[in-house]
């Protein structure tokens, strides 16, 4: 399921913080949305996600307006994983076990279809060890891997990560870059995910948006990005590396 | 593996459900007078309806007995539906104003009709959920998350501590039965007095259970919740006014009984090990009937043939709890 933003612009008390945004998140794609702090990335993720419904313009979901959709469809179609997570005091599956909502009705409990679909997110995030113990005892980065396994659990075609690399040491963020990548081709997953780290970025995403001034600089796959001089010119660093061995930044000065 | 935990959870259930029924046929057997287990039992079939024993059991410890367990209940359940709903494990029915909203509706009964005993009950139900109206429309109105419910509750809180104390000022005969009142317990409870109570807290018990798997999600916080599909705000709405109701209720027949609905949501995680609202509602509920009965048990037996009201008892037991709670703050 593709996702196309056409030419949104949105704001926070008539300060303008997105102007003129369009463009397309292929289906089955990981696409990471780049800009510097204030770009506007994470307005442009609450607008999609339905959070904030004052912009204007289109946000496509699969062709059509997230803002026209009942929550319940929307549900059914997009994950969300914020930047800012709670600590529940809840065990690690009961907040698995929270994705599953969507499915469940008002007075239903949770089915062994979706008991399994929970066990399998876990699986799949590699949280096994600590299933049962309670989430405000987590460090930062298993935290972000329950939520993560969470958003995998509604089992929706689109998910919508903001920062999920954050607090994960070097060894988790690559496993966790390359279980995204591996799910984006093998199941037809589409990805959006706002990331800072440019080297992880160019190794392992399909295509690039960047965000400047609330417009769209760049819009491309990693290697188009390197070519046109994206990293000096929005973000003042040098790349040096490839694609198979890996990249680094070093501050262009 | 999680089958396993259900399972020992239904265990769990079945125990705290015998523990409470042996925690009743206490307080129906113990008192100012003690009963035999035949005496109860001939009491209770009604055998010989002339008897003293099935007069003290029908007329006295039955209904204080039924009022335990639904003043137990009540907060319990009201304990845990606020917890969850403004997400702070320190927060009680006096947060949203049952306290302030109840005493100053029964205080103002009181002043305006002394004799009328049915209208201060009814008055503090009114009270109580008004208060909690008022909590929620003025923090809807400033965006209805969780820290505006918390300010707001503070504010009209305060405003009706203030209108109560002005009340007592001018009315100083309202301020014996105003301390019975903010102290808590059953004593002198009557059947009639506990159908409409009983009623409504029934109904929040099963709206609760309806609720629980949505209710669960505000702990996730607004944005998180909605983007599964619940509506947050509202769900927080009706989940208030759900623990209003039945804190009202019982404190329209059990006055301000403190410390249940705070502590036994604790006691209840602590049991189950689990947040997971549809285990806390039904072993809260177990939990806090127990607590009220050996509460009202011990104040008839200690000084007997004196009463001490069950709320003297549960505030010894909730205070220190309390303290310990606050110290391990970070912990729980």
Known sequence: MKVTFEHVAAGYRKKPVLRDVSFTVPEGSVTALIGRNGAGKSTLLRCLTGEKTDYQGKILLDGKEVRSMELAERTHMLASLPQMLPRPHVTVWELVSFGRTPYIPLTGTLSDKDQAAVDRAISAVGIEAFRDSFVDTLSGGELKKAFFAMTLAQDTPVVVLDEPTAHLDAYNRFSFLELITRMGKQLGKTFLVVMHELPEILRYADRIAVLQDGQVAFEGTPEECLETGVPESCFQLCITGSREHGYAAIPNK | ?332
């Open chain 2, 1 to 332: 593996m999680n089958k396993n935990k259900n399972r020992s959870f239904w265990w769990l259930t079945v125990l705290l459900l015998v523990l409470t029924g042996a925690a009743a046929f206490l307080g129906l057997r113990y008192g100012s007078a003690k009963l035999s287990l035949s005496e109860v039992l001939a009491g209770l079939l009604r055998l010989d309806p002339q008897s003293v024993y099935t007069k003290i059991l029908w007329v006295v410890r039955l209904p204080h007995v039924a009022a335990c367990v639904l003043a137990g209940a009540g907060l319990a359940v009201s304990g845990v539906l606020l917890q969850n709903a403004v997400n702070n494990p320190l927060a009680g029915p006096n947060i949203i104003g049952v306290n302030a909203g109840a005493g100053f509706a029964m205080v103002l009964g009181l002043c305006i009709a002394p004799m009328a005993y049915g209208l201060q009950s009814v008055m503090a139900f009114a009270g109580a959920f008004a208060c909690t109206v008022l909590i929620v429309l003025t923090a809807n109105r400033a965006g209805g998350s969780k820290v505006t419910i918390v300010l707001a509750g503070v504010a009209v809180s305060a405003l009706l501590s203030a209108g109560i104390s002005l009340l007592k000022l001018l009315y100083p005969d309202v301020a014996i039965i105003y301390s019975y009142f903010s102290v808590g317990g059953v004593s002198g409870v009557t059947f009639q007095q506990l159908k409409l109570p009983a009623g409504i807290i029934l109904a929040v018990l099963a709206a609760s259970v309806v609720l629980a798997g949505r209710l669960n999600l505000l702990c996730l916080g607004d944005s998180m919740a909605q983007t599964l599909g619940v509506r947050a705000k509202l769900v927080r709405i009706v989940s208030l006014l759900l623990a209003s109701a039945s804190a009202g209720a019982v404190v329209s027949f059990a006055g301000l009984l403190g410390f249940v609905g705070l502590m036994i949501p604790h006691m209840a995680r602590k049991i189950t090990g689990s947040g997971d609202v549809r285990k806390l509602i039904p072993v809260s509920v177990l939990l806090g009937a127990m607590l009220v009965l050996l509460a009202d048990l011990l104040g008839r037996v200690l000084f007997a043939p004196s009463e001490i009201p069950a709320g003297i008892i549960t505030a010894l037991i909730g205070a220190p709890f309390f303290f310990v709670l606050l110290l391990r703050r970070n912990r729980l």
